[in-house]
């Protein structure tokens, strides 16, 4: 079974800066995507950014410029650096991976951006 762990969350000021990293562990083959997603109180999962085995990245339009996502294949780990962070950044943020059409998630970490 393949188990993700995220970690880095916390509480930090409008502005500031975050950095989240997953780390996958088990039975693990050819990972063909993986990604951040993120759940605010009240509202529907959301992609925040993805990056294939090709490298190629996408990112939700509410992050673009500000967060930057990376993948360290031999390691297995999926980071995803946050910066000038929003109030409304604020919520849960899921690793996620894609493997032979099988999707793969964390427990979470939270992220609160407050003063």
């Known amino acids: 079974q393949v188990q993700l762990v995220e970690s880095g969350g916390g509480l930090v000021q409008p502005g500031g800066s975050l950095r989240l990293s997953c780390v996958a562990s088990g039975i693990i083959f050819s990972i063909n995507v993986m990604g951040w997603y993120r759940q605010a109180p009240g509202k529907e999962r959301e992609l925040v950014a993805a990056?294939?085995?090709?490298?190629?990245?996408q990112y939700a339009d509410s992050v673009k410029g500000r967060f930057t996502i990376s993948r360290d294949n031999a390691e297995n780990t999926l980071d995803l650096q946050m910066n000038s962070l929003k109030s409304e950044d604020t919520a849960v943020y899921y690793c996620n991976i894609k493997m032979y059409g099988m999707d793969y998630w964390g427990k979470g970490t939270v992220v609160t951006v407050s003063s």
């Open positions: 990056i294939t085995n090709g490298w190629k990245t």
